[in-house]
T-cell receptor, first 105, second 114 residues
Framework: GIQVEQSPPDLILQEGANSTLRCNFS?????LQWFHQNPWGQLINLFY???GTKQNGRLSATTVATERYSLLYISSSQTTDSGVYFC???????FGAGTRLTVKP | DTEVTQTPKHLVMGMTNKKSLKCEQH?????MYWYKQKAKKPPELMFV???????INESVPSRFSPECPNSSLLNLHLHALQPEDSALYLC?????????????FGPGTRLTVL
C-alpha cells in the first residue's frame, strides 16, 4: 500500500542550529503538505508543496516529485519550533509518523 | 480570517452517552474533514465532505455519524463509544474540493470515553 515515511523520528537541537527533515513517499503524490503540531495539539500548515521549492522566513521546503521525496529545512532554530512535524498527501491525506523536534535554549 | 473553530475543547462521556462535536469555518471553504489522532500518532482521516456531500468515509464505525448542515458547519455525532475512541478529534477545511489544496486545521476536541 501507499506509504509516507519520515526521518528522523526524533531530533534534538540547540537553539540557533539548522536542520533538515525528510519525507519519502511510495507513489506519486500531487498534494504533498508539511505541518507543524505544537505541544497543545494545534496543527499548522507550513507548506503546500507538490513540487518545487518554497520559502517562508526561516523555513523552506523542496519536493522532488520524480524521486518521491520532500525536504523541510529549518534554519536558526528557536525553542518555539519544538513540536512534531508531519508530511501528508494523497486522496486520503495520509500522514507520515512525524519527526519530533526539541529545540533547547 | 483563516480560522477553523471547534467546540467543545474537552469532552468526557460515558459509553452510553450521546454527544456531538462541532466545527465551523467562515472562509468560504467547500470541503471539510474529520480526523482522529491518538496520542503520539499521526492524524487519521475519518470523513470528508465536499460541497456538503459526504465524499470519503474511511470505514469508520457507525457509532461515529458525521453531518454537514451547511457549507460552514460540520458536526460529528457520537453514540455508544468505547474507551479506545478516546483521542483528539481534529476538523480541517480546504478552499477547493479534495485532494489538492492547503488544509487548515481547528484546535481539536480532546475526547475521553469512560
Amino acid at each position: 500500500g501507499i506509504q509516507v515515511e519520515q526521518s528522523p523520528p526524533d531530533l534534538i537541537l540547540q537553539e540557533g542550529a539548522n536542520s533538515t527533515l525528510r519525507c519519502n513517499f511510495s507513489d506519486s503524490v500531487n498534494n504533498l503538505q508539511w505541518f507543524h503540531q505544537n505541544p497543545w495539539g494545534q496543527l499548522i500548515n507550513l507548506f503546500y508543496i507538490p513540487s518545487g521549492t518554497k520559502q517562508n522566513g526561516r523555513l523552506s521546503a523542496t519536493t522532488v516529485a520524480t524521486e518521491r521525496y520532500s525536504l523541510l529545512y529549518i534554519s536558526s532554530s528557536q525553542t518555539t519550533d519544538s513540536g512534531v512535524y508531519f508530511c501528508a498527501g494523497y486522496n486520503d491525506m495520509r500522514f507520515g509518523a512525524g519527526t519530533r523536534l526539541t529545540v533547547k535554549p | 480570517d483563516t480560522e477553523v473553530t471547534q467546540t467543545p475543547k474537552h469532552l468526557v462521556m460515558g459509553m452510553t452517552n450521546k454527544k456531538s462535536l462541532k466545527c465551523e469555518q467562515h472562509m468560504g471553504h467547500r470541503a471539510m474533514y474529520w480526523y482522529k489522532q491518538k496520542a503520539k500518532k499521526p492524524p487519521e482521516l475519518m470523513f470528508v465532505y465536499s460541497y456538503e456531500k459526504l465524499s470519503i468515509n474511511e470505514s469508520v464505525p457507525s457509532r461515529f455519524s458525521p453531518e454537514c448542515p451547511n457549507s460552514s458547519l460540520l458536526n460529528l455525532h457520537l453514540h455508544a463509544l468505547q474507551p479506545e475512541d478516546s483521542a483528539l478529534y481534529l476538523c480541517a477545511s480546504t478552499a477547493l474540493a479534495p485532494p489538492a489544496d492547503t488544509q487548515y486545521f481547528g484546535p481539536g476536541t480532546r475526547l475521553t470515553v469512560l
